[in-house]
């Protein structure tokens, strides 16, 4: 009991470890101690367990190990979520501790039965007719040494894919974004997108756990052709720029709970306007774009329509007739349904715009609503849900002076950290990937980091470069191979020109 005790203090400690194998740390060796140790635990626990009798105990205890693990990671990883309940502690603040423990509790079932899985693959792999074996002796035999790497990779994939999407959509801390420590291993994901990534680590990750020569050598020899290969897309040229359209990136800060949060409508975009800074524009500057949900258009008393007119003609007032796209909250006067969208404003009105096809659970809508309706804080909440926009829309299109064009395909926040095949249509036929978002939720924590590193990996999946603008978070001008060209830093104010 007291061996186990010490596996389980172990997996804890190697599960906060991993999270710094993420963003805003992005450190290669403790992605690699972590993930390398948590199988070589698994293979020790079988190791051990392989002596006697392996009965449901070994399982149970097995997914003992994963289970901490993961949760000891996304505890350590998801810490911020409790930030978004803090606009009103006094209806949302019992719901923190639930909020930092349950999520996190969910996702780690998973982590569980990769293990309960892996520890029955080491089963089936490490047993031979004259009974079970020590595995370092068992799989000194190169290829079962790949089989099981193999194995691992496609189960821990899985697994994945299980967490982000059976119940809830939350495909958050993939293990290929732990790629961020290098911008030539991240290249990969362009061909077998982020989830492939996480099968690379964990193969040369299991490959290091058996410690035989042949096998670390090929890990190493993997990692220098996958190092080769990003470093060759790299290099191969390829222009961007599709016109000469110039556009201004703006990053604001306006945080829940702080003085920003309680100013009026026409006061916000009065200060996001100062941020933009059209009097320093030589004319070059075609449009200007603000972050998520700068404009709420929306109002319930009948007038919704005259009042979304008057503040679009003031923000245009004070962008000197420069067309804005901008994140919007809308109001569907017919339904009194709302909406977080995208317009694109010029010549005073909205040309155009883009409904959210994804929202946040529980932060813009309920799941499960008709079950958790009973739950006060749930039944007061689903009254102010978001609809769901519809799921074919067009891109924008921007035009330049010389009668250029540029097709933009938006994303709002939370629908970024959405890998291939989400928006496959619209991607497909867009030449520049526009993502507004609010990471002011996230607070002073490591998730602005996280939120920027998954936005970046889909401009490296599809190929197309991208233009990030947060308020309260980080915004970039990203090349089609995930390169930073400019980038406004975490809590401040300003704005890039960049040309699409």
Same mark, same amino acid.
């Given at each position: 009991?007291?061996?186990?005790?010490?596996?389980?203090?172990?997996?804890?400690?190697?599960?906060?470890?991993?999270?710094?194998?993420?963003?805003?740390?992005?450190?290669? #060796?403790? %992605? +690699?101690? &972590?993930?390398?140790?948590?199988?070589?635990l698994?293979?020790?626990?079988?190791?051990? /367990? $392989? *002596?006697?009798?392996?009965?449901?105990?070994?399982?149970?205890?097995?997914?003992?190990?994963?289970?901490?693990?993961?949760?000891?990671?996304?505890?350590s990883?998801?810490?911020?979520?409790?930030?978004?309940?803090?606009?009103?502690?006094?209806?949302?603040?019992w719901l923190?501790?639930v909020a930092?423990?349950?999520?996190?509790a969910?996702?780690?079932?998973?982590?569980?039965?990769?293990a309960?899985?892996?520890?029955?693959?080491?089963?089936?792999?490490?047993?031979?007719?004259?009974?079970?074996?020590?595995?370092?002796?068992?799989?000194?035999?190169?290829?079962?040494?790949?089989?099981?790497a193999?194995l691992?990779?496609?189960?821990?994939v899985? #697994?994945e %894919? +299980?967490? &982000?999407y059976?119940?809830?959509?939350?495909?958050?801390?993939i293990?290929?974004?732990? /790629? $961020? *420590?290098?911008?030539?291993m991240?290249?990969?994901?362009?061909?077998?997108?982020?989830?492939?990534?996480?099968?690379?680590?964990?193969?040369?990750?299991?490959?290091?756990?058996?410690?035989?020569?042949?096998?670390?050598?090929?890990?190493?020899?993997?990692?220098?052709?996958?190092?080769?290969?990003?470093?060759?897309?790299?290099?191969?040229?390829?222009?961007?720029?599709?016109?000469?359209?110039?556009?201004?990136?703006?990053?604001?800060?306006?945080?829940?709970?702080?003085?920003?949060?309680?100013?009026s409508?026409?006061?916000?975009?009065?200060r996001?306007?100062?941020?933009?800074?059209?009097?320093?524009?030589?004319?070059?500057?075609?449009?200007?774009?603000?972050?998520?949900?700068?404009?709420?258009?929306?109002?319930?008393?009948?007038?919704?329509?005259?009042?979304?007119s008057?503040?679009?003609?003031?923000?245009?007032?004070?962008?000197?007739?420069?067309?804005?796209?901008?994140?919007?909250?809308?109001?569907?006067?017919?339904?009194?349904?709302?909406?977080?969208?995208?317009?694109?404003?010029?010549?005073?009105?909205?040309?155009?715009?883009?409904?959210?096809?994804?929202?946040?659970?529980?932060?813009?809508?309920v799941?499960?609503?008709?079950i958790?309706?009973?739950?006060?804080?749930?039944?007061?909440?689903?009254?102010?849900?978001?609809?769901?926009?519809d799921?074919?829309?067009?891109?924008?299109?921007?035009?330049?002076?010389?009668?250029?064009?540029?097709?933009?395909?938006?994303?709002?926040?939370?629908?970024?950290?959405?890998?291939?095949?989400?928006?496959?249509?619209?991607?497909?036929?867009?030449?520049?990937i526009?993502?507004l978002?609010?990471?002011?939720?996230?607070?002073?924590?490591?998730?602005?980091?996280q939120?920027?590193?998954?936005?970046?990996?889909?401009?490296?999946?599809?190929?197309?470069?991208?233009?990030?603008?947060?308020?309260?978070?980080?915004?970039?001008?990203?090349?089609?191979?995930?390169?930073?060209i400019?980038?406004?830093?975490?809590?401040?104010?300003?704005?890039i020109?960049?040309?699409?």
């Amino acid at each position: 009991m007291y061996n186990f005790i010490i596996q389980l203090v172990c997996a804890a400690i190697l599960g906060v470890a991993l999270t710094f194998g993420f963003s805003p740390y992005d450190s290669f #060796c403790t %992605l +690699l101690i &972590s993930v390398t140790g948590f199988i070589s635990l698994l293979r020790y626990f079988f190791k051990v /367990s $392989a *002596y006697r009798k392996f009965s449901t105990g070994v399982y149970i205890k097995a997914f003992a190990i994963g289970y901490v693990y993961g949760f000891a990671h996304f505890c350590s990883s998801l810490y911020w979520i409790a930030n978004a309940l803090r606009i009103d502690e006094g209806l949302y603040g019992w719901l923190i501790p639930v909020a930092i423990c349950a999520i996190p509790a969910v996702m780690a079932v998973f982590t569980a039965f990769f293990a309960i899985v892996l520890v029955w693959v080491m089963d089936v792999l490490f047993v031979c007719k004259e009974g079970r074996y020590s595995v370092c002796r068992e799989v000194v035999t190169f290829g079962r040494a790949c089989l099981f790497a193999f194995l691992s990779g496609i189960l821990w994939v899985a #697994c994945e %894919l +299980l967490r &982000s999407y059976l119940i809830l959509p939350f495909p958050w801390q993939i293990l290929g974004y732990a /790629s $961020a *420590y290098s911008i030539e291993m991240m290249q990969l994901a362009h061909y077998i997108s982020v989830y492939g990534i996480s099968f690379i680590i964990i193969f040369v990750c299991t490959l290091i756990s058996i410690r035989t020569r042949a096998s670390v050598s090929f890990a190493i020899l993997i990692c220098i052709v996958v190092y080769a290969a990003g470093y060759y897309r790299l290099q191969l040229g390829g222009d961007d720029v599709h016109s000469g359209i110039s556009v201004r990136l703006v990053q604001s800060n306006f945080y829940p709970n702080s003085d920003s949060h309680y100013i009026s409508k026409l006061e916000k975009i009065q200060r996001v306007a100062q941020i933009s800074d059209i009097d320093n524009d030589d004319g070059s500057v075609d449009y200007v774009i603000w972050a998520e949900a700068m404009l709420d258009l929306q109002q319930y008393d009948g007038s919704t329509t005259a009042y979304s007119s008057s503040l679009l003609d003031y923000a245009s007032s004070l962008l000197k007739g420069k067309a804005l796209l901008s994140g919007a909250i809308l109001c569907d006067v017919a339904t009194e349904r709302s909406y977080n969208s995208i317009v694109l404003l010029n010549g005073g009105g909205i040309t155009s715009r883009y409904d959210k096809r994804i929202l946040v659970p529980f932060g813009e809508y309920v799941p499960f609503y008709d079950i958790l309706s009973v739950i006060p804080v749930a039944s007061v909440f689903g009254q102010f849900a978001f609809a769901t926009g519809d799921s074919n829309q067009n891109n924008f299109t921007l035009s330049g002076n010389d009668g250029s064009k540029v097709r933009l395909a938006p994303l709002i926040c939370y629908e970024a950290i959405f890998p291939f095949p989400y928006f496959r249509n619209n991607l497909h036929n867009a030449d520049v990937i526009v993502n507004l978002t609010n990471d002011a939720w996230f607070g002073e924590s490591i998730g602005p980091w996280q939120h920027m590193q998954m936005a970046r990996m889909r401009a490296i999946e599809y190929g197309i470069p991208m233009l990030r603008v947060a308020n309260g978070g980080i915004s970039a001008h990203i090349d089609s191979k995930g390169r930073l060209i400019q980038s406004i830093s975490f809590g401040k104010d300003g704005y890039i020109d960049a040309t699409v």
